[in-house]
């Protein structure tokens, strides 16, 4: 089985102090602490990165893709913006399932576009750091577990 890949895009390393009512108090490394501990119970490997940097998600999903990888993608507000990932999805043709912290369909209109979702395989939102945990549920079919 290859390695889990959960990906980051810009500011999510200033969670925890960042808009914490929006984005909840975990910091990303409570969430890879997270992520470490369910992919250790699966026996699976773990590669967790954050970036601020576009080309750095497209180096990383075509690297994921190339490993046959699943891919636990939140990309930030590239989401809203970025043609690139949306086509390095579709040309890596890794499975990624699309994460948010917070319900960006509940949140300004500028994010309720999403250039991940049309090639993503799911989409999660709003549950917090849950929404990794979700993820990786929902990559594995088990019954989730909060944070
Ligand atoms: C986010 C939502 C995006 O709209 C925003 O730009 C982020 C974080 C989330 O996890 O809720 O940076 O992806």
Redesign the pocket.
């Known amino acids: 089985m290859p390695a889990v890949h959960v990906i980051n895009?810009?500011?999510?390393n200033l969670l925890g102090a960042r808009e914490p009512s929006v984005?909840g108090a975990a910091t990303l490394d409570d969430i890879k602490a997270r992520m470490a501990e369910l992919c250790a119970a699966r026996g699976v490997d773990l590669v967790f990165r954050q970036s601020n940097h576009e080309g750095d998600l497209v180096d990383w999903i075509q690297e994921a893709g190339r490993a046959g990888a699943p891919v636990i993608l939140?990309?930030?507000?590239y989401?809203?913006t970025s043609i690139a990932l949306h086509d390095a999805i579709k040309g890596a043709g890794a499975t990624v399932i699309e994460?948010?912290?917070?319900n960006?369909h509940a949140?300004e209109s500028f994010?309720h576009h999403s250039f991940i979702s049309p090639v993503a395989r799911g989409v999660i939102?709003g549950f917090g750091a849950a929404s990794y945990v979700l993820a990786f549920a929902a990559l594995f079919d088990e019954e989730p577990r909060k944070i």
């Open positions: 895009g810009p500011n999510l984005y939140n990309a930030g507000a989401t809203h994460v948010h912290l917070s960006v949140r994010r939102a």
